[in-house]
């Protein structure tokens, strides 16, 4: 197992994150609930500290011995299951019922839940674990007037403790529990006055019953069990995708292998529409493009070394000539064709390097392009070989603008189209021919034609022209290495142009059309 790969890492993601949303929501939810309990909880304390505190009141007033006021005290935190704290004005305590340690289940609300007549006792009622006496007492309320309603009169354990009937209660639902860990937090304060409204003391509910403390358990383990079953349901979810996604990535991941192993021939299969399939289109573009590059690599490789080994043989067996040669006359000439060899090894040799540095240049060449004259330079190139076809009989005419027509390009690249095609024009057209050279503008555009009246180009030829080392079938007996044409193409790609070569067939002549963007 790879953690590292992404299949792994997809699926970790995925449980990482139902995770941590599984433990946000459990924060999030126990928090509301916590919340939601604390304010019933102190609601159910308050609701009985303004009736306990009226009662107290009235029993202050009465001047009730404390021991009367502690056993009330003490019958009240057993209904109320609360801790019932009774001080004065000075905080001296008058009673405290202490924290509620009778786990004993009791129900209390406003609905009696069985028929009882009037006056009847009725041991042990639905919900009560215990003997208890219950009374219900109709008309005047022992709780003074200002009571209403039916009140029921629970004694346990011979201790009587009057509660109203409208007042709900609740006790511990497990009589097994530690009791110091189902108290509520909750107190609450009630201030007891007389009727004159002085202050009598305060009466202090604390450590009531905690709600919310099983349900709020109850809840935590139903999200703990969820949060597990999320995550894991997350994890396979993630695993599942995570196999979506990097399968089409392994299938290339193989494909890229077989074709750094040779194989240029390996293509991806493209199975889908979206970015994987995006990429394996892509990949298959390039697989082409490398393919076709390698193989024109490969027969520019066999091509150079059959050019080189031509002049090499030559330049060899001269030299062994002019060394085993007594006669001097003969010796001289061995060499100097062995000199034209070498010279000829030499125009070679630069024109690869030329054709090299135009191909490999930066995609941002054409950054370092400046402003070029076409007008001036063709002029300047055409006027030196206006010369040349003059002492070598042929006529040369030059028709070029006046106006400067300019664009964006390498002066010296641009330079070197225009001296190529005339050095082959020069070359293949025969005494008393013609040379002619075109330079014309339009609003997007720059048409240069080099035309000749030479041996022309086989209609074969034609599509072959500008390939490296190629030469016309009627050349054989002009010197060449079959790249000036080629090296003109580079260069006019390079510049965004367009090069043609057309020709009407064998001694008709050739035409050369170079197109180039204006500035």
Known sequence: MKLNSIRWRLALSYAAIALLAAFSLGIVLRAILRGYYDAQEAQYLQGHAM??????????????????????????????????????????????????????????????????????????????????????????SPMGADAQGDFVIFKPDSVGVVMPADVSMYGLLDPNADVSTRRSSQVVEQQMVDEKGAALGKLILSDGPAYGDEILNNVMNGWVAAGIVAVLLAALAGWFFSNRITTPITALTQITARMAA??????????????????????????????????ALRAFVADAAHELHTPLTALQANLELARDEKTASVRTRYLSRAQEQGQRLEA??????????????DADAKSNFESVDLVQLVREAGEQFASRAEQTDRSFTMNIPDDDVHMMGNETQLRQVVSNLLENALKFTPAGGSISLNLECSANEIRLTVSDAGIGIPPEDLSHLFERFHRGRNVSEFTGNGLGLAIVKAIVQSHSGEVEAQSDGVGMGSRFVVILPQA
């Open 51 to 140: 009736r306990i505190g009226a009662i107290t009141s009235q029993l202050i007033n009465a001047n009730i011995p404390a021991e009367l006021i502690q056993d009330q005290s003490a019958s009240w935190s057993f209904f109320l299951q609360a801790r019932v704290r009774i001080e004065d004005t000075s905080g001296t305590v008058i009673a405290d019922s202490g924290v509620p340690d009778n786990r004993q289940v009791v129900y209390f609300t406003s609905a009696v839940p069985f028929q009882i007549p009037m006056g009847e006792t009725v041991t042990s009622p639905v919900g009560v674990t215990e003997s208890f006496e219950v009374q219900i007492i109709r008309g005047e």
């Open 348 to 361: 070679l040799v630069k024109s690869l390097l030329d054709l090299s540095r135009i191909e490999a240049a």
């Open 262 to 295: 040779g194989d240029l021939t390996a293509r991806a299969d493209i199975l889908s529409t979206d970015e994987m399939g995006a990429l394996g289109h892509s990949f298959n573009e390039m697989a082409v493009r490398v393919e076709a590059t390698v193989g």
